[in-house]
């Protein structure tokens, strides 16, 4: 399966980066889902990741502005 990504590294300052992780710290994580045809389901040998929701309204306003900008001008 072809992997597909957007290198940035200048993307976020690490001043940012820490405020991201901050953000992330807030939420609920939860093992990531994958697709298995069917349904969705945990498998941690295919993709072994915690996520979580974060919404615009949550003080992440900024991170999201920054998000749109980026992915419209990959």
Do not use: N, Q
């Amino acid at each position: 399966m072809p992997t597909t990504y957007l290198a940035s590294p200048e993307a976020f300052t690490a001043e940012e980066c820490d405020r991201i992780v901050a953000l992330a710290a807030t939420g609920r994580a939860e093992p990531g889902p994958v697709w298995g045809g069917t349904a969705y389901g945990v498998d941690p040998e295919l993709r072994d990741v915690h996520s979580s929701f974060l919404a615009r309204a949550d003080g992440a306003g900024w991170l999201f502005e920054r998000l749109d900008v980026l992915f419209a001008t990959a």
